[in-house]
């Protein structure tokens, strides 16, 4: 019996699965929702509740707590000024998980990270479209000859087919 496991290893050695949950953490805080394997999302879970717990309590240690995990100055600052004020009412559930489909390459069961209240982007000012304008005129400068004999420029045929065009590239020029 394996008696006092907390955590799936997920078949990885300590470190390697020690930087997989803080590579999935770092981007559920950047992007608010991502999607891996269920037991990934499982225990990447875990460790995004820790770090929103950190951010709600605020502390200078809190930040250096969540700094040796996302590795970022400006992904804790997200995560203390954005992300955890959002969830101050709650004590927790800040993540969910949601099942999808499964992987079509190995058929591992596949799902869906997400804060439970996603941050709210910045909204752009509206402001009303300006009005077009017709572009202003500019003058053609004269051209030689006065504008009753010029000529429009030939436009160069294209080929109809494939075959023509390759048939123009294999006949040869007269020297000239």
Do not use: C, N
């Amino acid at each position: 019996m394996r008696h006092g496991t907390r955590s799936q290893r997920l078949s990885r050695p300590s470190e390697a699965r020690a930087a997989l949950l803080d590579g999935l953490v770092r981007g559920l805080i950047v992007h608010g929702r991502i999607t891996t394997t269920h037991a990934r999302a499982k225990e990447a879970q875990r460790l995004a509740d820790r770090l929103i717990a950190w951010g709600k309590e605020g502390s200078i240690a809190s930040r250096r707590r969540a700094f040796r995990v996302l590795q970022d100055r400006t992904l804790v600052k997200r995560l203390f000024a954005d992300v955890a004020p959002q969830f101050v009412e709650l004590t927790g559930g800040y993540t969910r998980v949601i099942h999808l489909s499964q992987r079509r390459g190995d058929g591992a069961q596949e799902a869906l990270l997400a804060l439970s209240r996603l941050p709210a982007a910045p909204q752009p000012a509206v402001t009303p479209p300006p009005k077009a304008q017709p572009p202003p005129k500019v003058p053609t400068p004269p051209q030689r000859g006065g504008p009753e004999k010029a000529k429009p420029v030939a436009e160069t045929p294209k080929p109809k087919g494939l075959f023509q065009g390759l048939r123009r590239l294999w006949t040869r020029k007269a020297p000239g």
